[in-house]
């Protein structure tokens, strides 16, 4: 090429990228509203969870496509502007319960459409010899949009860990403490809370708080129940709501097991199994008094029931401990009769010995042993055995306590 044809044919100055640029948003703007349309009606066709959202819900939708086409519109006329602003100018336009409906996949998969329903137009909206730059500026602001939905929805889950995280520990303090329990089948349905039966675990605190909750709502969820768990001073309250994976009596401490490790040093109670979440603080309050008892049992298993530490929180001034002592051990000894309570008063004042038992009694020694194994039927205690003898002298002073001036 000659000097004088390139004076001539000088190089398209900067400024025709701008005035394509100005043409193509001239473009643009016509074109936002039938854009906006055409990517909901996209979304109707190609997002089957879309279709079966809320209108409510599909309106907000609706309503960020439009705003993320205007946005990009306004980013594209004023490129000086940098990064565009998207979670102001898109998402700031939906409510924040919108990412409860909508998860980031889905969001993701709705970004797709929109930038499809623009890409396969680019033709017709570009400015002659503006498509490759509209198309350069349509990915730009498709990765920008997809940084801002993670951010977005990053921000939720972080937001929604905090109020579950207060919400799980307002519901263990009602539990224990026995008031809002009214309040408490709302909270557990806004926890995902479904599952029954419920037991409560009490243990001691690790040395990190939070690891000690994180794991064990993180091994509780693996193993499919439901959760709650809080701190209560230096104490760890969990409420377990039982897998339907588990079943017969022994599910409970099936669940149980293999969380105990998951708790810091000491002895850890099981409460009772209840049938829902609304009755679970008889649960929480047993576990939460096993476990101020336990001390007194030094060889209890880890994990322990509490209905195992009846004799211990009874001393401790459990009342509740101490009226099911006297209604499931006292009452039906007594109601079946004074030989029994006799028989069993004497063997534990006789070193549990068969024959001193008989001589002090007139009767043989095979109607001590009968009379022992009824004792045993009857209340799940055995009188011969260290642990149940302790239990049954403690059931039958309580009972007796129980009756003065009746």
């Given at each position: 090429?000659?000097?004088?044809?390139?004076?001539?044919?000088p190089?398209?100055?900067?400024?025709?990228?701008?005035?394509?640029?100005?043409?193509?948003?001239?473009?643009?703007?016509r074109?936002?509203?039938?854009?906006?349309?055409?990517?909901?009606?996209r979304?109707?066709?190609?997002?089957?969870?879309?279709?079966?959202?809320?209108a409510?819900?599909?309106?907000?939708?609706?309503?960020?496509?439009?705003?993320?086409?205007?946005a990009?519109?306004?980013?594209?006329?004023?490129?000086?502007?940098?990064?565009?602003?998207?979670?102001?100018?898109?998402?700031?336009?939906?409510?924040?319960?919108?990412?409860?409906?909508?998860?980031?996949?889905?969001?993701?998969?709705?970004?797709?459409?929109?930038?499809?329903?623009?890409?396969?137009?680019?033709?017709?909206l570009?400015?002659?010899?503006?498509?490759?730059?509209?198309?350069?500026?349509?990915?730009?602001?498709?990765?920008?949009?997809?940084?801002?939905?993670?951010?977005?929805?990053?921000?939720?889950?972080?937001?929604?860990?905090?109020?579950?995280?207060?919400?799980?520990?307002?519901?263990?303090?009602?539990?224990?403490?026995?008031?809002r329990e009214?309040?408490?089948?709302?909270?557990?349905?806004?926890?995902?809370?479904?599952?029954?039966?419920?037991?409560?675990?009490?243990?001691?605190?690790?040395?990190?708080?939070?690891?000690?909750?994180?794991?064990?709502?993180?091994?509780?969820?693996?193993?499919?129940?439901?959760?709650?768990?809080?701190?209560q001073?230096?104490?760890?309250?969990?409420v377990?709501?039982?897998?339907?994976?588990?079943t017969?009596d022994?599910?409970?401490?099936?669940a149980?097991?293999?969380?105990?490790?998951?708790?810091?040093?000491g002895?850890?109670?099981?409460?009772?199994?209840?049938?829902?979440?609304?009755?679970?603080?008889?649960?929480?309050?047993?576990?939460?008094?096993?476990?101020?008892?336990?001390?007194?049992?030094?060889?209890?298993?880890?994990?322990v029931?509490?209905?195992?530490?009846?004799?211990?929180?009874?001393?401790?001034?459990d009342?509740?401990?101490?009226?099911?002592?006297?209604e499931e051990?006292?009452?039906?000894?007594?109601?079946?009769g004074?030989?029994?309570?006799?028989t069993?008063?004497?063997?534990?004042?006789?070193?549990?010995?068969?024959?001193?038992?008989?001589?002090?009694?007139?009767?043989?020694?095979?109607?001590?042993?009968?009379?022992?194994?009824?004792?045993?039927?009857?209340?799940?205690h055995?009188?011969?055995?260290?642990?149940?003898?302790?239990?049954?002298r403690?059931?039958?002073?309580?009972?007796?306590?129980?009756?003065?001036?009746?």
């Open positions: 090429m000659t000097t004088e044809s390139a004076e001539q044919t190089p398209e100055p900067h400024g025709g990228d701008d005035a394509v640029r100005a043409a193509t948003v001239r473009r643009l703007e074109a936002m509203g039938t854009l906006g349309t055409a990517a909901v009606a979304m109707e066709q190609r997002l089957s969870w879309f279709r079966r959202m809320s409510e819900d599909r309106s907000w939708v609706g309503l960020v496509a439009q705003s993320g086409v205007a990009f519109v306004d980013w594209f006329k004023n490129p000086a502007r940098g990064r565009p602003a998207i979670t102001v100018e898109v998402f700031g336009t939906a409510p924040r319960e919108l990412t409860r409906s909508v998860t980031l996949q889905q969001t993701v998969d709705m970004i797709r459409v929109v930038i499809d329903v623009v890409e396969n137009q680019v033709e017709d570009a400015a002659p010899g503006g498509e490759q730059q509209l198309r350069e500026a349509v990915l730009r602001y498709t990765r920008e949009v997809a940084f801002s939905s993670a951010k977005i929805y990053a921000r939720a889950a972080e937001a929604r860990g905090a109020w579950d995280e207060r919400l799980e520990a307002l519901v263990v303090d009602a539990l224990l403490h026995g008031d009214e309040g408490l089948e709302t909270w557990g349905s806004a926890l995902g809370w479904s599952r029954t039966p419920v037991l409560a675990m009490a243990g001691g605190l690790g040395e990190d708080s939070d690891s000690t909750l994180e794991d064990l709502r993180a091994a509780a969820r693996r193993a499919g129940h439901d959760v709650l768990a809080g701190v001073g230096e104490r760890v309250i969990a377990i709501g039982i897998s339907e994976k588990l017969g022994s599910a409970p401490l099936q149980a097991e293999p969380l105990a490790g998951l708790f810091g040093p002895p850890i109670v099981l409460g009772p199994a209840v049938g829902d979440l609304r009755v679970a603080g008889h649960s929480v309050r047993a576990a939460v008094n096993g476990l101020r008892a336990a001390i007194a049992w030094p060889d209890a298993p880890r994990p029931r509490a209905e195992d530490l009846l004799p211990e929180r009874a001393l401790e001034g009342t509740a401990a101490r009226r099911q002592l006297v051990v006292y009452l039906p000894l007594r109601k079946a004074s030989p029994l309570l006799d069993l008063s004497v063997y534990l004042e006789h070193a549990s010995s068969l024959e001193a038992t008989a001589r002090m009694l007139f009767v043989h020694s095979n109607t001590v042993r009968y009379r022992l194994n009824r004792i045993t039927e009857l209340t799940g055995a009188p011969a055995d260290g642990r149940g003898s302790f239990v049954l403690i059931a039958v002073t309580l009972g007796r306590l129980s009756e003065r001036g009746t």
